[in-house]
């Protein structure tokens, strides 16, 4: 048989492995699943004659060499950080690599050495990264092929909870790793280009700095701008384009209510409260607003950001216990951000039956024989329930189907990689569509830039 080892079984594998053990009896295919906590994969897996679970510590060589050395292909669901020896030990046993995260500039140093090996090292094979790349490069090379030039091509995702799982003021649910949630856009300011002129949004007015998108059926969103949408420039082919613009979508009304927190510094990550484990949530509050013998929290936090008591924004602090002076944070030594995730999560953490939500919207704006044009894509998917998320959905299958499209030959070039190539996205993006995930493409009359951001 076949072997694929998968190491880490977080929550988005459940459709990764359920992919691959519907698979297994006609492909040959024995699944291996290795983690330091094998509970979730336990769950997940049952008892499948065509899998098993491991403990794998990917700190101990020994273990880690053998599990990998045992198989034909690696997948490794890990925390991005974890990949480089993973995909060290897969060049020295002459073994494929999968994984959902970005390239790090580590890991791009192996490509030579997995070129020279025949091997395929597939990285950015999620959902963001992931399916963007690869919806966008499909329209991107359409209109070249046609020969439009393109001038504008805007990008935004968005991990939020469907409409019939949506009961708070906030429209959001944790549909993923909230820390990133929690520190999302900090590390620089944000940098885009807008009519061939390059625009900075540093992290303070990150977001209050938004645009507007109308999805059919679903409504308006709001989105702000990711930290860098010039990443990828040069590696769509993008090198002349005008405008360009990556960003991440919530529910309109969620940026200027995160703001607070901004404003207030509760997302800091870089130094730790004093006392953080025997703090209350209002005591944590408290902490970032000024001393008065008289004033209540309350009045001095909207005194000092100027909030009005019938403020839709207030309704939302309120609404997540925020000020309750009985529950404790409980964490020793905690940053700001690591506090503010812990309050959040009483609130934000996706119940049994809740369902979550990926949207993905697409601009591409082409000049064609003198005229201008724009194609605007759109893409909608609606998780089943808390374990087969639409996070995991978008996640899991397109790492499950690149997978054994390496098992059988079908993706060939060897190479650390990104699915950014005809001969990866073409048979991924059409399998996927089988799934559901599919993008509905419309021509509307080319709009330019969006004059909020000019």
Same mark, same amino acid.
């Given at each position: 048989?076949?072997?694929?080892?998968?190491?880490?079984?977080?929550?988005?594998?459940?459709?990764?492995?359920?992919?691959?053990?519907?698979?297994?009896?006609?492909?040959?295919?024995?699944?291996?699943? #290795?983690?330091?906590?094998?509970?979730?994969?336990?769950? @997940?897996?049952?008892?499948?004659? *065509?899998?098993?679970? +491991? =403990? %794998?510590?990917?700190?101990?060589?020994?273990?880690?060499?053998?599990?990998?050395?045992?198989?034909?292909?690696?997948?490794s669901m890990l925390p991005a950080r974890y990949?480089?020896?993973?995909?060290?030990?897969?060049?020295?046993?002459?073994?494929?690599?999968?994984?959902?995260?970005?390239?790090?500039?580590?890991?791009?140093?192996?490509?030579?050495?997995?070129?020279?090996?025949?091997?395929?090292?597939?990285?950015?094979?999620?959902?963001?990264? #992931?399916?963007?790349?690869?919806?966008?490069?499909?329209? @991107?090379?359409?209109?070249?092929? *046609?020969?439009?030039? +393109? =001038? %504008?091509?805007?990008?935004?995702?968005?991990?939020?909870?469907?409409?019939?799982?949506?009961?708070?003021?906030?429209?959001?649910k944790f549909t993923w790793n909230p820390r990133?949630?929690?520190?999302?856009?900090?590390?620089?300011?944000?940098?885009?280009?807008?009519?061939?002129?390059?625009?900075?949004?540093?992290?303070?007015?990150?977001?209050?700095?938004?645009?507007?998108?109308?999805?059919?059926?679903?409504?308006?969103?709001?989105?702000?701008?990711?930290?860098?949408?010039?990443?990828?420039?040069?590696?769509?082919?993008?090198?002349?384009?005008?405008?360009?613009?990556?960003?991440?979508?919530?529910?309109?009304?969620?940026?200027?209510?995160?703001?607070?927190?901004v404003t207030l510094g509760m997302t800091d990550?870089?130094?730790?409260?004093?006392?953080?484990?025997?703090?209350?949530?209002?005591?944590?509050?408290?902490?970032?607003?000024?001393?008065?013998?008289?004033?209540?929290?309350?009045?001095?936090?909207?005194?000092?950001?100027?909030?009005?008591?019938?403020?839709?924004?207030?309704?939302?602090?309120?609404?997540?216990?925020?000020?309750?002076?009985?529950?404790?944070?409980?964490?020793?030594?905690?940053?700001?951000?690591?506090?503010?995730?812990?309050?959040?999560?009483?609130?934000?953490?996706?119940?049994?039956?809740?369902?979550?939500?990926?949207?993905?919207?697409?601009?591409?704006?082409?000049?064609?024989?003198?005229?201008?044009?724009?194609?605007?894509?759109?893409?909608?998917?609606?998780?089943?329930?808390?374990?087969?998320?639409?996070?995991?959905?978008?996640?899991?299958?397109?790492?499950?189907?690149?997978?054994?499209?390496?098992?059988?030959?079908?993706?060939?070039?060897?190479?650390?990689?990104?699915?950014?190539?005809?001969?990866?996205?073409?048979?991924?993006?059409?399998?996927?569509?089988?799934?559901?995930?599919?993008?509905?493409?419309?021509?509307?009359?080319?709009?330019?830039?969006?004059?909020?951001?000019?």
């Amino acid at each position: 048989m076949r072997k694929i080892l998968i190491i880490g079984s977080g929550k988005s594998s459940a459709y990764l492995l359920k992919y691959l053990l519907d698979k297994s009896v006609s492909e040959n295919l024995f699944i291996t699943i #290795g983690d330091l906590n094998i509970e979730n994969a336990k769950k @997940l897996i049952g008892n499948h004659k *065509n899998a098993e679970v +491991i =403990i %794998l510590d990917v700190f101990d060589e020994n273990s880690r060499i053998e599990a990998i050395n045992n198989s034909d292909i690696v997948v490794s669901m890990l925390p991005a950080r974890y990949h480089l020896q993973v995909a060290k030990d897969c060049i020295k046993f002459k073994k494929h690599m999968v994984t959902a995260s970005y390239v790090s500039p580590e890991l791009q140093a192996l490509n030579e050495d997995a070129k020279s090996n025949g091997l395929i090292l597939m990285n950015e094979i999620g959902v963001d990264p #992931g399916i963007d790349h690869m919806s966008a490069m499909q329209v @991107l090379d359409r209109i070249r092929d *046609n020969g439009g030039e +393109i =001038i %504008l091509f805007e990008s935004f995702t968005g991990g939020l909870v469907a409409p019939e799982s949506d009961n708070n003021l906030w429209n959001y649910k944790f549909t993923w790793n909230p820390r990133n949630v929690v520190v999302a856009g900090q590390g620089g300011a944000a940098k885009f280009l807008q009519e061939g002129t390059y625009k900075y949004i540093p992290y303070n007015r990150l977001f209050r700095r938004t645009e507007f998108l109308d999805f059919d059926n679903y409504g308006r969103f709001e989105v702000y701008a990711n930290r860098d949408s010039l990443k990828y420039q040069n590696v769509y082919g993008l090198d002349n384009v005008k405008t360009l613009y990556r960003g991440t979508i919530r529910r309109v009304g969620f940026s200027r209510a995160w703001n607070i927190f901004v404003t207030l510094g509760m997302t800091d990550d870089s130094y730790t409260i004093d006392d953080s484990e025997n703090m209350s949530y209002r005591d944590f509050v408290n902490s970032f607003l000024p001393y008065s013998p008289s004033d209540s929290v309350e009045l001095k936090l909207r005194y000092q950001l100027k909030i009005d008591q019938d403020d839709i924004v207030w309704d939302k602090l309120i609404e997540l216990d925020i000020f309750n002076a009985k529950k404790r944070v409980g964490l020793k030594a905690a940053t700001p951000a690591q506090i503010l995730e812990k309050i959040l999560k009483d609130s934000w953490t996706l119940e049994q039956n809740d369902k979550d939500m990926i949207v993905m919207y697409h601009k591409f704006g082409y000049e064609k024989n003198g005229k201008k044009y724009q194609i605007d894509a759109n893409m909608v998917v609606v998780g089943a329930d808390q374990t087969y998320t639409a996070m995991a959905k978008t996640v899991g299958l397109p790492v499950a189907i690149a997978t054994l499209a390496i098992l059988n030959g079908k993706i060939k070039t060897p190479g650390v990689q990104i699915p950014i190539s005809k001969e990866v996205y073409q048979p991924i993006l059409k399998e996927l569509e089988t799934f559901g995930i599919a993008f509905k493409e419309k021509e509307v009359p080319y709009l330019g830039y969006n004059p909020l951001n000019n």
